[in-house]
């Protein structure tokens, strides 16, 4: 008893268990079928190149282009090469007929049959050449828009900017850390300012770009006429203080630890400055200190140069903290006080607010009367009063030049022709996040600069300065950087980097990725529209095919009875209908191919009227080619297969019987 109620709860489950083995079993059973469908499809295109490679080499060798000798030499190799093929792609057919026989034998019965072949040929290729058509002007379009949209240089940068209102700003460390960044090749950093143009007893305002050279060649900004400046300078040697009453001194180089003058400065916010031993960037770390409440004040002293640019230093006692591990912690003596101690530290991060005592300059300018007309909102009662403004005067190091746009000359009412070699007058207002006090506004004493370049740009009007020109005014911080990649594939791992740290990131590269989007939709839509003619063309070649079976029975019956197997005439009528759907794929990506050349050179004719040029609106990348051929194969074979399959099952006698 026991073991009958054993045997009845396992038995069902061994049955369930045989019934998945089943399954499994015909799951992968038809998967190998599939697969070795797919692979006969690979050998049977090869052996159809194969064979059209033999027979153009045989039709050169016949027709005598070729000199005699060199046929001589070039047949045996050819030969060589053929059979090598032949033997490699039939080397498990012992026993069978050929392929290249049954290639051979399917060419001469469709010889046989010329018109018939020759109009289910044509079918096929109008449906092919309809897809690749479609398909190759929608490439074509996108390669197009892509190439007027960008360069592929671009595709390497993207421009980098802070988050609006936000605290974290771009400066000297933002490009030190941005280097630092594996895949990077270039950080080309832009300063945007107003620039107050006077010309002609006209004063006009424009947006003005202090960049480098490197900046303005990544960006393709290429003159009509004249050239660019030449100018990678970020730093300057050369510095001057500016004074709260609108003063500024200028200062020679002195002797090491040489004191300048009595000074007022105060640590920007969240900054820890690292304060030596003597002005010096090799001397001894005393420890680190930071920002009080208040001005502080010490002497500026010349020392070493540092990395940031410029060789000033601040002397003074201070409070030091020690860094651990990437924490600051207060430094305390025996006592358990903190530490103050005198040392120095270099003018980084730091805001000079005012000077006692000016040495080896005087003042350059006082500007009471020229400011611009900012206004500060004082109290609700609507009194207002005008922000000061410091001016300061160009550094020495200035080159004084500036490339300007087509715009630019038509506000100031200068031709084209007569621009470059012109100069005018500007100043430089800087506000806002580019100074380290956001309140802060300077304009520059007015400066002479001469024209050395026109670009095409008619919209907008701007110039364009060198970089240097700009940051020493006392710019800390930048408006922008053009980060460039060494490949484009990085870019987009650099970009997640760099927003990371909490900044924006631009490029053009997502304009094309949304280019190629839409285009990708629009290539799916055209191939459906194609594929309702290929439809067509197959239900034809279908029937075709079908009739032909039923005009060659005794054809089918003859062959068997000679000793040809079910499964070789079987692959005999599906090699026709591959051959038929290779050859009108061929001919189908031809003619689809030059009908998108013919319409580019229709489109073409318009385009230069209107002065774009030459409009080439086709193009076919490799892999859609190899699909098509693919497809082509495929609706050669899903055509076959049935006339195929009846042809097996026709008896040799019957058949012969058959009227």
Known sequence: MKHYFIRHIQEPKIKTQISNIKMKNLADSKIRVLLSGFWQMIVFALYILVYMFSQGIKTISNSKILPRAVREKLNPFFLRFYLKMTHFLDSRRQGSIGRMDLIELSIRNMKAKKTRTMVTIGGVTIGIAAIVFLVSVGYGLEQLIISRVTRLEEMKQADILPQAGGKIKIDDKTISNFKEISSVEAVLPLIAVVGRISYQNSVTDLAVYGVTSDYLKQSAIKPNSGKIFESNDLVSSIKYQVSSIGEVAGTETGAFGEKIQDVEYSINPGQWIRVRENPNVKAKILGYTKRVEGSSQGEEVWGSDYAEGGNKWLKTSVFLWQKEGGEYLVLKDEQDHQVQKEGYFAEVNITIEGSNIIENGSVLGINDNNALDWVEIASEAGITSEPETKQIELSSAAVKQ???????????????????????NVSFVVVGDLLPDPKEKLESVEAEYTIIGVTPEEKTP?????????????????????????????????????????????????????????????????????????AVAALGMFNTLTVSLLERTREVGLMKAMGMKSAEVQELFLTESMIMGFFGGMLGIIVGFVLGKLLGLLLSLFAVFKGVGLVDVAYLPFPFVLLVVFLSLLVGMATGIYPAKRATKISALNALRYE
Do not use: W
Not at 405 to 422: D, H, P, W, Y
């Open 462 to 534: 701007v110039f364009y300065v060198p970089f240097l020109d700009l940051r020493t005014l006392g710019i800390t911080n930048y408006s922008q950087i053009k980060l460039v990649a060494k490949n484009s594939s990085d870019l987009a791992k650099i970009r997640k980097q760099v927003e990371a740290m909490g900044y924006i990131t631009h490029s053009v590269a997502d304009t094309v990725e949304q280019i190629k989007q839409l285009f990708g939709t629009t290539r799916t839509i055209l191939a459906l529209l194609g594929m309702v003619a290929l």
């Open 402 to 424: 500036a490339v300007v746009n087509r715009a630019t000359l038509k506000v100031l009412g200068i031709k084209e022709g007569e621009a470059l070699g012109k100069k005018f």
